[in-house]
């Protein structure tokens, strides 16, 4: 089995690394920790060489420890009992909120969109004990972070569950955690819809028959009407308007996902930057909302998905007029960020003045593992840069288990060594995340992802492993595929499954989003042949082109292939778990419109 088998152009990264642009210095007085790459690179070899010490000035420097730490790390992938700065005891609430307020008490902590940009903001927060699992079921609201810090501040888990998952999907989870508290909402908003969260609750402990009693564990379910204590310390909740001269960070995600943990929540606010807290869409009531609230918000740094970046490219292909006169960072987090839609980010939405990153890392490495260094390293369109601080990556043959020496080659991504960050566990099942994580190559963190080298070193995220498409032995990564289609640059959403075929084994399925004037069906075939020209798997022929309305996506903005799979080997009935969709209904539209093209 080759799983690599296939040369990859070099078209969809671009050759050539892009500069900072100046103007990222001249926006904002403060700069960077390091002065260029050089430095960098300098650092980062420390950090892999001798992570101990590494890590160590690190948690010194960021960090007020109530205990000093003894030790920087113990343990080995093949025990995966890693333990970091042990014999060390901080508070992250205290570090995140306190010691910014006892320094700087009118420094904002966090500011909060609304999904209605005329609405007024509220202040509350729950209670819970030590040891307590306490699941949070929240929307992005301030209440969501407030929640957090409150677990962490005495001691209790938080398990955030991403406020679109259905009755059913909750059920599981706070069962799975044995979670005694429960913190949500009545209702919450979005893209000026309302959704009742509290009776998603009461159906998740009831159950779908009505009567019997659910999730036994759980003693305590707080809801906005429940909840009473103001905190104390520095969260001030606020509508943008107070614009004071410091960095701001909008982190459009959802709080359940790690990209908000990591990057909305600890991080901003254990830095001391203001954290911005958006509840609605990109779209509403305007495609002009991203740069609303960049704007309003005065913000610095900019994170976002790239679906919400293509959609917006779609819609607002010339972008907007609103000035973005601090934005200096635009960051992208999840899927590849196709070359031309790194363009625009870079040419339109930026103005050419903001870095623009394309950033690399997962649930289970908790922070980046591939980025360009914000105002310091350059940017290489279409891959996610150099390694980050920490962080030893390998690429491995998947046939012989070793090593790619070299660039310009392509294998499994895992990690050589660990980082603070790396999950420790899979939840009550210690022998799963051994089995996952290192069970497949012993001696590595295996991430489930492909990756190429290039010649700079840089990195280019070829998908997860299982997204390929085998036809006639040959295994094509479906990311790559996509990739194509969107550089090619008349679609703004393509999706790629393999289907059964009796000749070839496995076909490729192409799905696209309608858009008008593209010729319908046949003219959408003409244009993924177009694009295909001159790629290896243009002798693998599509054989199928659908154009749909929508894709199904998760809310993080992940295409569910598998559920597109499914449909075409004709399991309509038997897709699996659907609750981390979008937009359930898109399925069945799908189905209506592959019948008709058909
Ligand atoms: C998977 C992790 C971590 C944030 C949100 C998702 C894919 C992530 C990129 C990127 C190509 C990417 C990988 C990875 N991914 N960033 N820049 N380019 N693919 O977290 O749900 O744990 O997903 O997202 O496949 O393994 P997650």
């Known amino acids: ?76 992938f093949d025990h995966g009992d890693h333990g970091w700065f042990l014999g060390g005891k901080l508070n992250a609430c205290y570090n995140c909120v306190d010691r910014h307020a006892l320094e700087s008490p009118d420094k904002l902590a966090m500011l909060y969109e609304r999904d209605d940009p005329e609405g007024a903001p509220q202040k509350i927060t729950p209670g819970c004990t030590k040891g307590d699992i306490v699941t949070i079921y929240l929307p992005n609201i301030p209440e969501a972070v407030v929640s957090m810090l ?30 005694k508290v429960l913190i949500t909402v009545d209702e919450s908003v979005r893209g000026g819809k309302v959704i009742q969260m509290k009776n998603i609750v009461e159906d998740a402990l009831t159950g779908d028959e009505g009567r019997k009693v659910q999730c036994p564990g759980l003693r305590k379910v707080r809801t906005s009407g429940g909840m009473k204590n103001v905190p104390s310390g520095r969260v001030i909740v606020s ?17 359940g996902w790690i990209t908000c943990h990591s990057y909305l929540v600890y991080t901003p606010l254990v830095l001391g930057i203001t954290t911005v807290v958006f509840e609605g869409t990109p779209t509403y009531p305007s495609y002009d909302r991203f740069w609303q609230i960049l704007d309003r918000c005065k913000a610095s740094h900019f994170y976002a998905a790239p679906t919400a970046l293509r959609m917006i490219r779609k819609m607002r292909p010339n972008g907007s007029s609103i000035p973005l006169e601090r934005l200096r960072v635009n960051a992208s987090i999840g899927e590849p ?51 980050f601080f920490g962080f030893k990556p390998a690429l491995i ?81 479906t990311a790559e595929i996509e990739s194509t289609l969107l550089d090619h640059g008349a679609f703004a959403e393509v999706a790629v499954v393999g289907i059964d075929d009796q000749l070839t084994g496995q076909a490729i399925s192409v799905r696209l989003p309608q858009e008008p004037g593209r010729g319908g069906q046949k003219g959408a075939r003409t244009i993924s042949k177009t694009a295909y020209r001159g790629n290896y798997w243009s002798l693998c022929s599509t054989q199928e082109v659908f154009l749909v309305s929508d894709l ?47």
């Open 1 to 76: 089995m080759t799983i690599f088998g296939m040369r990859r152009r070099e078209g969809n990264a671009s050759s050539t690394q892009i500069a900072v642009p100046s103007t990222y210095f001249q926006k904002h007085p403060s700069v960077p920790h390091l002065r260029d790459q050089n430095e960098y690179r300098d650092l980062y070899q420390k950090s892999i060489e001798n992570p101990s010490e590494f890590w160590s000035s690190m948690a010194t420097s960021c960090l007020k420890w109530d205990i000093p730490f003894d030790r920087v790390h113990h343990g080995s």
């Open 150 to 179: 409150a677990c962490a501040r005495i001691g209790a888990v938080h398990s955030v569950v991403f406020a679109g998952f259905s009755a059913p999907s909750l059920r599981d989870r706070v069962d799975d955690a044995r979670s």
């Open 239 to 255: 509508q943008c308007s107070s614009l004071r001269r410091v960095r701001k960070m909008f982190c459009a995600g959802d709080v």
């Open 337 to 387: 960020l196709a070359s031309n839609v790194w363009q625009w980010c870079y040419e339109v939405f930026g103005r050419k003045e903001a870095h623009v990153l394309d950033t690399y890392f997962q649930t289970e490495t908790g922070c980046h593992a591939f980025s360009p260094l914000a105002g310091v390293t350059p940017t290489k369109p279409g891959t996610v840069a150099l390694p």
């Open 397 to 477: 043959d998947p046939d012989s288990g070793r090593e790619i020496e070299g660039d310009e080659s392509r294998g499994l991504l895992v990690f050589k060594q660990p980082w603070p960050g790396i999950a420790r566990t899979v939840w009550g099942d210690h022998a799963r995340y051994l089995k996952t994580y290192f069970g497949g190559h012993s001696g590595y963190f295996t991430t489930g992802d492909s990756a190429y080298r290039d010649r700079d070193g840089c990195y280019c995220i070829l998908g997860r492993v299982d997204d390929v498409v085998n036809v006639s032995g040959h295994r094509l990564s």
């Open 552 to 598: 199904p996506k998760t809310r993080s903005g992940k295409i569910m292939r598998r559920l597109l799979r499914k449909m075409l080997e004709g399991e309509r009935h038997e897709l699996g778990d659907t609750s981390t969709l979008l937009h359930p209904a898109v399925l069945s539209n799908i189905i209506d419109e592959v019948n008709e093209q058909a």
